[in-house]
């Protein structure tokens, strides 16, 4: 029979995907013998089954569940009916990749109005026992009935202050007791229900609330963003309760064993005294630097930071540990590998390295790629920040990161103002998990409540997102929608700027800089290049993202879009009097000035890449692009051009068609106007030719694109090696070059063992490739792509992730067919897949040489490369 429930001392950390991270970490530290309150885990195949159970709780499930309750009763001494040992748990949820937030948890589970007052006699202290109770009512009501938490909210804080009280400690016990009681009316007005007395039915239904949490939006939206699959489900891990909002000489806290912000080796926390629970991640009060526990609780102090160090070294990896203190006894609730900034996490992995804790390619596989993107983002120029004017310079630096947009009091209006193309900054007292889409869609995100393990800080750093909390001189008011500072007030839609490395807030737009690399970034980049097998070129064509491509570490290029370099004024000229020439000579001529310009082009892409190996790809798009469209237009290139009106307009008519992606573009221009193609190799030849003279050593790679069967290629590959030979003897020099095709269509794939014979390379052009397989309109399929992918009918965007059913197939069987005919070729790709770390991990898999995406997207690319193939070394 399938076990659906172990015991914490039942599991290890090698069962994460049964025991969720949670589990299996609570477990762990069970093992290893540390503090940790004793309980069970209910597996993720049990949230499966219930979910395709239409939501019904599995009676073998149900069974286990009762059998380990009776056998955590019975090791723990304490039953939910005991009147001196009362057992009391934490229900919360544990996925196998960390979601924090994103999921529900209900705490003091087993209370009702009996166990209440057994509470309170056993501790004597009824105003423990009612603000046990209290937040029991709060989380249950919300978690398992849907009750807006806003209907306790607004009770609770309206008694504060009709009763004056400064803070939820000041409230007594008789308060608290009236609380709960109109706690229970709620519940008969929201959910028709009474509070249920029986602590086996609270567990139950807590147990299918977390696991039905698992289909919440904002879960959802946070496995989409982070890549997450939908079908592993989340364990649900049930554990005796510790108490922090005991006394003075108790608390809860969180803390990471490195600071999550720089990297910094020095164990940064925060914790509540007096508090339980959500209390610290909430950002309801500002918590205290766990240094201060020194003072307040040295021993506590001494063993926490022993302890943070023995997991540390056993995780290999910068820990988040949550903990409690209760009367004086320390608790661990969990750990698991913290989140951080892109920043530290470089930091961190290098750091470890030098420390002897892990090896360098295990550091390669420690970083996210998407950190390495995050750190190639701008900051504020500094000339800017002085001329700022400030508005806070009391926030905590959360997140860091530079950005600037709309003020926004709403995760509905930031979606909305991003959606409509406008940059925003999402300002609250606090964030919460209801805000995730918001969040997503803000620059920034800004709060005066909370601290730096607030959630708005967690799940900003995680997102890459600048962020700033804890901004304790601003006022946010969400209803009014009215931002208060000092010296002034901001109201929606006026524009600020966010500087998460500071926590500094300012007014007004401030100018960006790029961002610099540190020695560690540089060290990790040499080591993940170390690991790598494939290669990483670039998509470019301009001299400024060359430069930053090969600074990022790119070993060349690997597409020259000719195309992009027509449409300056002047060339533009050139190609519509070649569009519209009648005759062969008059198209020449038009030809040979643009040559002059792609001379100049050529020489200043080859002296860039000198010896490193540069494709151009020969012009691709249909010629009607570059005729003008509007009536405005027309009138303007007709005196241009010295044409008629009438003879430009017939002339785009002739040219437009029902399909361009289908139809006259790529090869078969070359095939219809040879010259075209004649002029732009003619350029490429001549101007490494003058290069070579000077001592510049090149290396150029001819692409035809478009390509579909054999004899478009050597029709054309004869034309123009004919025209190189007689460049070459003209010149008296040879010209080191290829010559191959960009694989875009599905014939082409199944004819690569043909076309291999007479290429010398191939590139896999994934967008058109992509949209010739699916029948998808790339520019098109925004309109239906999303539906496809909420309703599962598409597991991933095949526009941005390989689609490894089809494209990938038809990529695997042109690869092997044409390495069979010639094992010297080299094949590539290129294309928004060449630079997806999830695409490359595929592409690494199979004989291929290297891929290119745009220079900003190199240094990530490299990085999955090097992980692609840790992975691969490792099977």
Not at 36 to 64: R, W
Not at 755 to 760: E, F, I, N
Request: charged share 25%; proline share 4%.
């Amino acid at each position: 029979m399938t076990q659906f429930v172990y015991a914490f001392n039942e599991g290890n950390i090698s069962m994460k995907d049964l025991l969720g991270g949670k589990g299996a970490n609570l477990s762990e530290m069970k093992r290893l013998g540390l503090p940790v309150p004793d309980g069970f885990t209910i597996t993720t195949e049990a949230c499966m089954s219930y979910l395709k159970h239409n939501e019904q709780l599995p009676t073998k499930v149900k069974t286990q569940l009762i059998d380990h309750l009776a056998a955590f009763s019975e090791r723990t001494g304490k039953s939910f009916s005991s009147d001196d040992h009362l057992l009391l748990v934490s229900v919360r949820s544990g996925a196998k990749i960390s979601m924090p937030g994103m999921m529900d948890t209900i705490l003091n589970l087993g209370l009702n109005d009996d166990n209440v007052e057994k509470l309170a006699q056993k501790t004597n202290d009824a105003r423990f026992a009612y603000d046990c109770y209290r937040r029991l009512l709060q989380m249950f009501g919300e978690v398992v009935y849907g009750i807006p938490m806003m209907a306790f909210d607004t009770y609770f804080n309206d008694f504060k202050n009709k009763h004056s009280y400064q803070s939820d400690a000041e409230i007594p016990a008789e308060g608290l007791k009236k609380i709960c009681e109109r706690y229970k009316e709620i519940y008969r007005k929201e959910a028709y229900k009474p509070f249920p007395q029986e602590p086996l039915k609270q567990l139950e239904e807590a147990v299918e609330a977390v696991f039905k949490s698992w289909n919440n939006d904002r879960a959802r939206v946070y496995r989409e963003l982070n890549d997450i699959p939908h079908d592993i489900g989340t364990a649900v891990n049930v554990q005796e309760m510790v108490f922090g909002n005991s006394g003075a000489k108790s608390g809860t806290g969180v803390a990471f064993t490195r600071n999550p912000v720089t990297g910094e080796n020095r164990l940064f926390g925060e914790y509540l005294l007096n508090a339980q629970g959500e209390d610290v991640v909430a950002g309801i009060r500002t918590p205290k630097d766990t240094e201060t526990l020194k003072e307040q609780m040295p021993d506590v102090h001494q063993e926490f930071v022993q302890v943070t160090k023995q997991l540390e070294t056993h995780y290999k990896d910068m820990q988040d540990i949550e903990f409690t203190i209760e009367n004086g006894k320390l608790y661990l609730l969990q750990t698991r590998n913290g989140k951080r900034t892109a920043k530290a996490a470089i930091k961190i992995a290098v750091d470890l390295v030098h420390e002897g804790l892990i090896s360098r390619k295990e550091s390669v596989s420690n970083v996210d790629v998407k950190f390495i993107d995050q750190l190639l983002h701008p900051n504020f120029n500094e000339e800017g920040l002085k001329q700022a004017t400030v508005i806070s310079k009391m926030g905590l630096p959360a997140s860091p990161g530079a950005a600037t947009g709309r003020v926004v009091f709403s995760a509905e209006e930031a979606k909305e103002q991003a959606d409509a193309g406008h940059k925003v900054v999402l300002m609250r007292p606090e964030t919460s998990p209801e805000d995730i889409e918001g969040m997503v869609s803000s620059e920034a995100i800004v709060t005066t409540h909370g601290g730096m393990t607030s959630h708005a800080a967690v799940v900003a750093r995680g997102m890459g997102k600048c962020c700033v909390t804890g901004c304790s001189d601003v006022e946010i008011d969400t209803v009014n929608k009215t931002v208060y500072y000092p010296d002034g007030k901001l109201h929606e839609g006026d524009t600020i700027s966010v500087d998460g490395s500071t926590g500094d807030l300012y007014l007004g737009a401030i100018e960006t800089v790029d961002a610099e690399h540190s020695e560690e970034f540089d060290q990790f980049m040499s080591w993940s290049e170390d690991t790598a097998r494939l290669q990483v070129r670039m998509n470019a064509e301009t001299p400024q993202d060359i430069k930053a491509g090969y600074d990022f570490g790119a070993k060349g290029i690997g597409l020259v879009r000719t195309e992009h370099m027509f449409f300056g004024p002047e060339r533009l000229i050139e190609m519509r009097r070649f569009i519209l020439a009648s005759n062969h000579e008059e198209r020449v001529q038009a030809l040979e000035k643009i040559k002059t310009y792609q001379v100049e082009d050529f020489e200043i892409i080859f002296k860039l890449s000198q010896d490193r190996p540069t494709i151009v790809r020969l012009l691709d798009p249909p010629l009607h692009e570059f005729l003008p469209s509007s009536e405005e237009d027309i009138q303007n290139v007709s005196q241009q051009l010295d044409v008629s009106p009438e003879l430009l307009r017939k002339r785009i008519v002739d040219l437009s068609e029902v399909n361009p992606m289908l139809g006259h573009r790529g090869c078969r221009l070359a095939v219809t106007y040879p010259e075209l193609y004649e002029m732009q190799v003619e350029a490429i030849i001549e101007s490494v030719l003058k290069l070579q003279q000077e001592g510049v050593t090149c290396q150029p790679e001819i692409m035809i694109p478009l390509v579909s069967s054999v004899e478009e290629f050597t029709t054309l590959k004869a034309r123009l090696v004919n025209m190189i030979t007689q460049l070459e003897n003209d010149s008296h020099q040879r010209v080191e070059y290829l010559m191959g095709t960009m694989i875009e269509t599905p014939r082409a794939c199944f004819i690569a063992n043909e076309l291999a014979q007479y290429c010398d390379f191939f590139s896999f052009g994934t967008n058109d490739l992509t949209q010739l397989t699916f029948g998808f309109s790339r520019d098109d399929a925004g309109k239906f792509i999303n539906v496809y992918t909420e309703n599962n009918i598409l597991q991933l965007d095949p526009f941005q992730t390989l689609d490894t059913q089809g494209v990938g197939q038809l990529i695997q069987l042109a690869v092997e067919q044409a390495k069979r005919t010639k094992p010297e070729i080299k094949i590539g790709v290129c294309g928004e897949l060449g630079g997806d770390a999830k695409s490359i991990r595929q592409f690494n898999q199979w004989d291929i040489d290297y891929v290119s995406c745009s220079p900003f997207r190199v240094p990530g690319a490299i990085l999955a490369t090097a992980q692609s193939q840790a992975e691969e070394s490792e099977r």
